[in-house]
Nanobody, 122 residues
Framework: QVQLVESGGGLVQPGGSLQLSCAASGGTFSSYAMGWFRQAPGKERERLAAITSNSAVTYYWGSVKGRFAISIDDAKNTVYLQMDRLKPEDTAVYYC???????????????WGRGTQVTVSS
């Protein structure tokens, strides 16, 4: 069974950086994409970024463009989210997800991690 496990969350001051990781296990993966999402209290889930295997294509949505960068290590089945110039409004639970469908469609994601908390506060 496919499992996704996020790590790297924590408390960071405004303007700081964090790198999240998401490791996939439990299968043989090819021609897939992985995405990062977040959900803040009282808000809807927000899709942030996605990347196809072999780093062929990257996608970014919303306010994270230019501040966050997604990358993937196919050999490790691990996707990363480098987050720079963090703001208090970036505080949320961050989730990774895997799809063999369209990375731009939330309902195409088949597997989800349990999330990691990111708190941006002084």
């Amino acid at each position: 069974q496919v499992q996704l496990v996020e790590s790297g969350g924590g408390l960071v001051q405004p303007g700081g950086s964090l790198q999240l990781s998401c490791a996939a296990s439990g299968g043989t993966f090819s021609s897939y994409a992985m995405g990062w999402f977040r959900q803040a209290p009282g808000k809807e889930r927000e899709r942030l970024a996605a990347i196809t295997s072999n780093s062929a294509v990257t996608y970014y949505w919303g306010s994270v463009k230019g501040r966050f960068a997604i990358s993937i290590d196919d050999a490790k089945n691990t996707v990363y989210l480098q987050m720079d110039r963090l703001k208090p409004e970036d505080t949320a639970v961050y989730y990774c997800a895997m799809t063999w469908g369209d990375p731009e469609k939330d309902h195409d994601y088949d597997y989800w991690g349990r999330g990691t908390q990111v708190t941006v506060s002084s």
